[in-house]
């Protein structure tokens, strides 16, 4: 399964941006989770997943009430919708299916990482 990462771009403090996740095969009954990195070589931060239910889940307090992930199945796609960003949401965000997000939570990453979508938080 590859996923393609788009949506990114540079947007102002408070600004928002809505990122997109869809893949090369179906991700109907995928869980989909969203990662940053802030910087290379910087660790991969779990942002947000989504189970093939619906069921949404935030991993970072400081994004719980600003980022919203949702799904639509029919255009095989995932969203990461974020608003009122930060410079501190600034890197690169990656998609990836982890077999459930209670095991996204803890300790699961993908074992490749796809080309991601730069965000660029900056006034």
């Known amino acids: 399964l590859q996923f393609v990462e788009s949506g990114g771009g540079l947007v102002q403090p408070g600004g928002p941006l809505r990122l997109s996740c869809t893949a090369s095969?179906?991700?109907?009954?995928?869980?989909i989770a969203w990662f940053r990195q802030a910087a290379p070589l910087k660790a991969h931060e779990r942002v947000s997943c989504i189970s093939d239910r619906g069921a949404s889940s935030y991993d970072l307090d400081s994004v719980e009430h600003r980022f919203t992930i949702y799904r639509d199945d029919a255009k095989n796609m995932v969203y990461l919708q974020m608003n009122h960003l930060q410079v501190e949401d600034s890197g690169v965000y990656y998609c990836?299916?982890?077999?459930?997000?209670?095991?996204?939570?803890?300790?699961?990453?993908?074992?490749?990482w796809g080309q991601g979508t730069q965000v660029t938080v900056s006034s």
């Open positions: 990836a299916a982890p077999p459930a997000c209670h095991l996204w939570r803890e300790t699961w990453y993908p074992a490749k």
């Open positions: 095969s179906s991700l109907l009954r995928s869980s």
